[in-house]
């Protein structure tokens, strides 16, 4: 079984995220950067897969440099290697063209399974999946919660608002799993040092044959055209009480309609 994991590098959503005003795209040079969490979820339910049925964890990631933290991360898990698709061309790309760059990645790996978080915390698009789908002409299952591989197919659960779905597809395809599928394992210090010898293949567009033209912000197909920081928090209103507090809070939850 040849499993690929999706990974991207994000900035982390718990510290202060912005645009570089240079050309309005996510400033990702000085942000703490983290592996996208959702990810962690796939690269775990792929290492599952690997253990009931033998086979290969592959990660690949579109980024710069400095994306090979986050490849490390998925090797110090137990995935056994890595591609790491990085030219400055892709800079500023939409979801279509990293479609295509990713796909054009996958044509070169043999795989069975293609597994990927949901979403990224720095896009909530979720529209990879289906985008990867209909380049590489193979069905995908979105949002699982519940994931088994058998007889040549895949089969899941997604989550709904009265229960699940049953889905099924036939192999090869591509799954998107949220963060109820399982629970990630921490690396341990053995696989960290493990991950240091494990092999990372690095591709540039010329190497997947995409035009490097065809990428990046000037041919997107979303831009971001303005932005603004976030406006100070107000003082708020205060309530002194001279015996009638609780009538001044209560008028002024009722005057928010909280109450």
């Not at 991207?8 to 592996?35: E, F, M, W, Y």
């Not at 991360?73 to 056994?80: E, P």
């Not at 990879?128 to 088994?148: D, F, H, N, W």
Request: include cysteine.
């Amino acid at each position: 079984m040849n499993i690929v994991v999706l990974v991207k590098q994000v900035p982390d959503s718990g510290t202060q995220r912005s645009l570089d005003p240079s050309d309005n795209t996510v400033a990702r040079a000085t942000a703490d950067n983290v592996i996208n969490e959702i990810d962690e979820y796939a690269i775990e339910e792929a290492l599952q897969v690997k253990d009931a049925q033998g086979g290969e964890v592959t990660v690949l990631t579109v980024g710069p440099g400095s994306a090979t933290d986050a490849i490390r991360k998925a090797l110090s898990m137990g995935a056994d290697k890595a591609v790491h698709v990085s030219d400055d061309a892709i800079h500023g790309s939409c979801a279509i063209q990293t479609s295509a760059v990713l796909a054009a990645a996958l044509q070169q790996m043999q795989y069975d399974l293609v597994l990927m978080g949901a979403t990224s915390t720095d896009g909530q698009m979720g529209v990879m999946p289906a985008l990867l789908s209909e380049r590489l002409g193979i069905p995908q299952v979105s949002g699982a919660r519940k994931l088994t591989v058998a007889d040549g197919k895949v089969q899941v659960e997604r989550q709904t608002d009265g229960g699940y779905w049953a889905l099924e597809a036939p192999l090869p395809a591509i799954v998107s799993t949220w963060d109820t599928i399982n629970e990630p394992r921490y690396p341990s210090f053995k696989g960290i040092m493990a991950a240091k010898k494990k092999p990372v293949e690095s591709k540039s567009l010329a190497d997947l044959g995409v035009d490097a033209s065809s990428v990046g912000l000037a041919t997107a197909t979303s831009q971001v055209v303005d932005f603004a920081g976030r406006p100070p928090k107000g003082e708020g209103v205060k309530v002194t009480d001279e015996g009638n507090g609780a009538q001044e809070l209560v008028g002024f939850l009722a005057s928010q309609k909280l109450v």
